[in-house]
C-alpha cells in the first residue's frame, strides 16, 4: 500500500511541475509577442485618426460634431499630381450643370448604358460638347472606387469650324453641408481634335462620398449635382512676323537744306524718303536738342509710319569742299524722346559757322544717311 500511495504522489508532482513550466512558456511567449502585437494595434489606430481627420477636413464637420454612429466610407487617399488642382467654391458651374433626383437610382440605371450617364448635348465656346458621369466602380476601367467625370467634344463642331481646339476644363460637385462646391481641374488647357473629342478625371471623387449623407455630397433623399466649366481659347487672329533686312535697296537719304543760316525754327522735318520698302524722313535740330542745345547739331531719322524696332544706319554731315566728311554710326532701338535713331551731337556749330570747313556752302547743307539693316515686323492675319 505504501509503494503504490508513494507512486501516486509521485505522478501529481510530475504534472505540477510540468504544468508550471508550461505556464512560464506561455508568459514568457506572451510577454515577448505583446509588443508586436502593440505596435500593429498602434499602427491600425494612427491609420484610422488619419483617415478620419481626412474625412473631417474633406466633409467640413468640425472634430466637436463628430458622431460615432457615422460610419467611414471606405477610401483609397491618392496624392494629387502636380498638374491637377483642387479647390473650393461658391460659385455654380459655368457651363453645364446635372442634377440627379437619386444617385443611387441612376448608378443602377446606366449599368445597361455603359455604365455612364451623358447629358443632352449644350453649348460651350462656340462648340457643342455633353457631359459624361461615370458613377460605378471601375467605370470606366482604371477608375477604382471613384465616380469621373468627362466632356466629350461633338464631331460635327470640329469639322465645321476647325481641325483643333483648346479648352479649360473643370469639373465640380455639389456639397451641402458647406454650401460650396468641390472643383478639380487640370493646370492646363486641354487638347480636342477629331481622334480625340473626350477628356475628363478617372479618380474625380470616392464612390463613397454618394453612399453616406453626412458628407454632404448626397441631400434631400439622395439627390447629387455635377458641373463643369469649359472655357475655350480662341485662337489668334493676328501674328507678328519680325525679320532683320540686310543689303537694303535704295539705302542712301539724300538732304539739302538751304538757307540754313537765317531758318529760325526749332527742328525741320523732310520730306518723305524711300527705302529698303519703307517711308522714312529725317529732322533735323539746327540748334541742338537736350545736351547738344547750343552747342552741336541733332539729325535724327523717323519712320513715317511710325514703325519701331532696330535701325543700323550711318549719318553724315557732307563736306561740300570736298573734303572728309562727318560722319557717325547708329545702332540699335528709337530714342524713347523722339521715337527714331538719330544723333544728338553730331557736328559743333562752330565748324557748320567756319567757312573753310567747308560744311556749309552758298548757305546750303546737305545731309546723307545710310541705312545699312533694320528689323520689320509685318501683321499675318488668319
Known amino acids: 500500500m505504501y509503494t503504490e500511495e508513494k507512486k501516486k504522489n509521485t505522478n501529481y508532482g510530475s504534472i505540477f511541475v510540468y504544468c508550471f513550466f508550461g505556464f512560464v512558456l506561455v508568459v514568457g511567449v506572451v510577454r515577448y509577442a505583446k509588443p508586436y502585437y502593440n505596435l500593429q494595434n498602434l499602427m491600425e489606430t494612427e491609420a484610422v485618426i488619419e483617415e478620419a481627420f481626412l474625412d473631417v477636413e474633406k466633409s467640413g464637420i468640425l472634430p466637436c460634431d463628430l458622431r460615432s454612429s457615422v460610419s467611414s466610407a471606405a477610401r483609397d487617399h491618392q496624392k494629387l499630381s502636380a498638374t491637377i488642382r483642387e479647390e473650393t467654391r461658391t460659385r455654380p458651374p459655368l457651363s453645364y450643370c446635372v442634377k440627379f433626383e437619386s444617385f443611387a437610382t441612376m448608378s443602377k440605371l446606366v449599368k445597361d448604358n455603359g455604365d455612364k450617364y451623358e447629358s443632352r448635348p449644350f453649348s460651350a465656346g462656340g462648340y457643342n460638347w455633353t457631359f459624361l458621369v461615370y458613377p460605378n466602380v471601375n467605370k470606366p476601367a482604371g477608375s477604382g472606387g471613384y465616380v469621373s467625370l468627362y466632356v466629350k467634344i461633338d464631331n460635327s463642331s470640329l469639322i465645321t469650324t476647325q481641325n483643333e481646339v483648346y479648352a479649360w476644363i473643370k469639373f465640380l460637385t455639389y456639397k451641402s453641408t458647406t454650401d460650396t462646391y468641390h472643383e478639380l481641374h487640370a493646370t492646363g488647357a486641354?487638347?480636342?481634335?477629331?481622334?480625340?473629342?473626350?477628356?475628363?478625371?478617372?479618380?474625380?471623387?470616392?464612390?463613397?462620398?454618394?453612399?453616406?449623407?453626412?458628407?454632404?455630397?448626397?441631400?434631400?433623399?439622395?439627390?447629387?449635382?455635377?458641373?463643369?466649366?469649359?472655357?475655350?481659347?480662341?485662337?489668334?487672329?493676328?501674328?507678328?512676323?519680325?525679320?532683320?533686312?540686310?543689303?537694303?535697296?535704295?539705302?542712301?537719304?539724300?538732304?539739302?537744306?538751304?538757307?540754313?543760316?537765317?531758318?529760325?525754327?526749332?527742328?525741320?522735318?523732310?520730306?518723305?524718303?524711300?527705302?529698303?520698302?519703307?517711308?522714312?524722313?529725317?529732322?533735323?535740330?539746327?540748334?541742338?536738342?537736350?545736351?547738344?542745345?547750343?552747342?552741336?547739331?541733332?539729325?535724327?531719322?523717323?519712320?513715317?509710319?511710325?514703325?519701331?524696332?532696330?535701325?543700323?544706319?550711318?549719318?553724315?554731315?557732307?563736306?561740300?569742299?570736298?573734303?572728309?566728311?562727318?560722319?557717325?554710326?547708329?545702332?540699335?532701338?528709337?530714342?524713347?524722346?523722339?521715337?527714331?535713331?538719330?544723333?544728338?551731337?553730331?557736328?559743333?556749330?562752330?565748324?557748320?559757322?567756319?567757312?573753310?570747313?567747308?560744311?556749309?556752302?552758298?548757305?546750303?547743307?546737305?545731309?546723307?544717311?545710310?541705312?545699312?539693316?533694320?528689323?520689320?515686323?509685318?501683321?499675318?492675319?488668319?
Do not use: C
Open 190 to 382: 486641354q487638347r480636342f481634335h477629331l481622334f480625340k473629342q473626350e477628356y475628363g478625371m478617372l479618380n474625380f471623387l470616392e464612390i463613397g462620398y454618394y453612399q453616406n449623407a453626412a458628407y454632404g455630397f448626397i441631400f434631400n433623399g439622395g439627390q447629387s449635382v455635377f458641373g463643369v466649366d469649359i472655357v475655350v481659347s480662341k485662337p489668334s487672329g493676328t501674328w507678328e512676323d519680325v525679320s532683320y533686312e540686310e543689303n537694303i535697296r535704295d539705302p542712301l537719304l539724300d538732304w539739302r537744306i538751304t538757307n540754313f543760316s537765317i531758318r529760325d525754327q526749332v527742328s525741320y522735318t523732310s520730306d518723305t524718303f524711300s527705302s529698303g520698302g519703307r517711308n522714312w524722313v529725317l529732322k533735323v535740330y539746327p540748334n541742338g536738342v537736350g545736351s547738344a542745345t547750343g552747342n552741336s547739331l541733332s539729325l535724327y531719322l523717323l519712320s513715317a509710319s511710325n514703325q519701331k524696332g532696330y535701325v543700323k544706319a550711318k549719318f553724315r554731315v557732307i563736306n561740300q569742299t570736298p573734303s572728309n566728311n562727318v560722319e557717325k554710326q547708329v545702332d540699335g532701338w528709337p530714342n524713347a524722346k523722339e521715337n527714331g535713331w538719330g544723333v544728338d551731337k553730331l557736328i559743333p556749330l562752330a565748324d557748320i559757322k567756319d567757312p573753310s570747313k567747308g560744311f556749309l556752302v552758298k548757305d546750303t547743307i546737305r545731309f546723307e544717311v545710310e541705312i545699312l539693316a533694320f528689323s520689320r515686323t509685318d501683321s499675318i492675319s488668319n
